[in-house]
């Protein structure tokens, strides 16, 4: 459960450094972007999208938070993640390429 632990504290890692850019975006819109630029649509779809992956990462920090402060919520987090049955209903669904394909159509259509 230890090692566990680790990866749940590298999850809440990378989701606030993913959290901290989000916001870094939205102060460079408040403050320093340009009146033409504020206008573009483009630059509105981008900075709702990372306002939207800003909430999300908040949101998935909390839970995490609570598992690791909470040993209950945690083995049933690991249980969650490790359940056979559901690791081969996403392998016959293609989770992996799935995964990575939908956040490559994100990253694209967000630059």
Same mark, same amino acid.
């Given at each position: 459960?230890? /090692?566990?632990?680790?990866?749940?504290? *590298?999850?809440?890692?990378? #989701?606030?450094?993913? %959290? @901290?850019?989000?916001?870094? &975006?939205?102060?460079?819109?408040?403050?320093?972007?340009?009146?033409?630029?504020?206008?573009?649509?483009?630059?509105?779809? /981008?900075?709702?999208?990372?306002?939207? *992956?800003?909430?999300?990462? #908040?949101?998935?920090? %909390? @839970?995490?938070?609570?598992? &690791?402060?909470?040993?209950?919520?945690?083995?049933?987090?690991?249980?969650?993640?490790?359940?056979?049955?559901?690791?081969?209903?996403?392998?016959?669904?293609?989770?992996?390429?799935?995964?990575?394909?939908?956040?490559?159509?994100?990253?694209?259509?967000?630059?």
């Amino acid at each position: 459960m230890e /090692q566990y632990k680790k990866v749940v504290k *590298l999850r809440i890692g990378l #989701f606030a450094l993913l %959290l @901290l850019v989000c916001v870094g &975006l939205g102060v460079y819109d408040v403050f320093w972007a340009t009146p033409a630029m504020k206008v573009s649509y483009i630059f509105g779809y /981008q900075c709702g999208v990372a306002t939207g *992956l800003g909430v999300l990462s #908040f949101v998935v920090i %909390l @839970l995490n938070s609570a598992a &690791l402060r909470n040993e209950t919520k945690l083995k049933i987090q690991f249980n969650k993640e490790h359940d056979e049955r559901m690791k081969a209903i996403r392998a016959k669904a293609g989770m992996p390429m799935l995964l990575i394909a939908s956040i490559g159509m994100i990253v694209a259509g967000v630059v």
